[in-house]
């Protein structure tokens, strides 16, 4: 973590800092962009925001520095399409104008500007504002990059949309649990390191099966995965995303398997549970640690299933709902209702087979 | 208005932070654009344009304070405030005084460029 922190400083330390100027008056534009190079930055202008806009999308800027009263696309209009964009809304923006009226100054920090500089702009000023605005910015990336590392993609995207507060929604998903079967003994017979060896590659096996049919991962525990789909991004065909994936962990350990036994391994077995329908979904904890997660019934029963698979001895175990909204290309058996702990009624319980021998 | 054509201070500030060579440069900018932007500020009057004859007065403001024009941007702060149709009800008067000023401060800056 620390080792990523400082990598992550020096690489957004070294790199000098890129401004773009935007200014119609041709003295100002000038008189900018001399003051910033002599601080140090490079700098390219443009004469509007319409010319500004399509620079900003085409090339990488730490820093925006805007005029207000322009031709063509004024800076209010800039500041409105920055926050409307999800690749330039983080992108700090120092209004320099001289705009009349406090009223105007509101309306830029408003929409969104980091800091506003009347002109003339005081030399002494203005390299402080920047230097603060790229010390901000600098943090900020370092943020993002950590979120994107220790956290999934959807969950930082989710993140960087919303914000983050403690809390959920309600939406439609699938839950799915897996883990591997007899861990325990096998982690027993073995080094930890080999365990660990093993568990790193359980984890980029079954990752890589879940994240590519739309699934997050949710939790790690142990040798146990939780994930979901449709949620934080809504899935369509969650049911079916999940099964896919299922079969396709369960296909993936079977090839692992396979290179185990070579190497004189035992080979290991993993169960799943899927469980489907309405679930809240949003972020527990404290403020300080929180994690993604959720919430619901069918949390509870898809862990239930998973755990059934021992009984069954069948890989993949899934429930009512989901079973209904599968296509026909999936071959699945009723096992007949089966009466889970906490739960009222017995549970219709069906295993999806994966078509190879276990 | 007893504020001078071109304030020492603010010019000498200029050359010093931007350099000697550089601020000349400006200068010479500032008198190519500066009669540009008197032209257009008489387009926005004759064409009703209150929104070009505000950006016009407010661009001539902000380039006169670099110099240290601070008449000229004082009345060119006044153009921008009190908008185009005071400007009509005196018969374009004020535009007429402006570009008087300016002729004053493209004396007074050509002669600092020596």
């Known amino acids: ?358 | 208005m007893s504020a001078p054509t071109i304030d020492r201070a603010t010019f000498e500030a200029l050359k010093e932070t931007t350099g000697a060579e550089f601020a000349l440069e400006l200068v010479d900018t500032f008198l190519e654009e500066a009669p540009v932007m008197l032209d257009d500020l008489r387009g926005a009057l004759s064409a009703q344009d209150a929104d070009r004859f505000r950006r016009g007065a407010h661009s001539l403001k902000s380039n006169s304070n670099t110099f240290g024009a601070l008449k000229l941007g004082a009345m060119a702060k006044e153009l921008e405030l009190s908008g185009l149709s005071k400007v009509l009800e005196s018969a374009g008067k004020p535009l007429d005084e402006l570009a008087e000023e300016y002729s004053r401060v493209a004396a007074a800056l050509t002669e600092l460029k020596k």
């Open chain 1, 1 to 358: 973590m620390s080792d990523v922190r400082n990598d992550l400083r020096h690489d957004l330390r070294g790199a000098p800092a890129r401004l773009l100027v935007v200014d119609d008056n041709k003295v100002n534009r000038l008189l900018l962009t001399r003051s910033l190079e002599l601080q140090g930055h490079t700098v390219a202008s443009a004469e509007n925001g319409r010319v500004a806009l399509e620079m900003l999308r085409r090339e990488v800027f730490d820093l925006l520095l805007l005029d207000m009263e322009m031709p063509e696309m004024d800076g209010f209009q800039v500041l409105e399409q920055l926050v409307n964009d999800r690749k330039l809304r983080d992108l700090p923006v120092i209004v320099t104008s001289s705009l009349e009226g406090i009223a105007n100054v509101v309306r830029c920090i408003e929409l969104g500007a980091e800091d506003y500089l009347a002109k003339p702009v005081n030399p002494v000023l203005l390299k402080a504002r920047i230097g603060a605005s790229l010390e901000k910015k600098r943090l900020r990336d370092q943020q993002t990059e950590l979120v994107r590392r220790f956290a999934t993609p959807e969950v930082a995207q989710d993140l960087q949309d919303s914000g983050f507060s403690l809390g959920g929604k309600r939406v439609h998903g699938s839950v799915m649990f897996s883990d591997i079967r007899g861990f325990t003994s096998l982690a027993e017979s073995q080094p930890p390191e080999e365990t660990i060896e093993l568990l790193n590659t359980f984890y980029a096996l079954m990752f890589d099966a879940i994240s590519s049919h739309g699934g997050v991962v949710t939790q790690m525990m142990g040798d146990g995965l939780m994930s979901v789909f449709g949620a934080p991004v809504p899935l369509a065909d969650h049911c079916d995303s999940a099964v896919r994936a299922a079969l396709e962990m369960v296909e993936l350990i079977d090839l692992f398997n396979i290179e185990r036994e070579t190497s004189g391994k035992p080979s290991i077995r993993i169960g799943i549970g899927i469980a489907s329908g309405e679930m809240v979904a949003g972020y527990a904890g404290t403020n300080e640690r929180a994690t993604y997660t959720c919430i619901g019934d069918i949390v509870n029963l898809a862990a239930r299933l998973e755990t059934h698979t021992k009984v069954t001895r069948r890989a993949i175990l899934i429930d009512e709902v989901t079973r209904s909204a599968l296509g026909e290309h999936f071959i699945v058996e009723p096992l007949g209702p089966v009466p889970f702990k906490g739960k009222s009624a017995a549970v219709e319980v069906f295993a999806v087979d994966p078509g190879q021998e276990h």
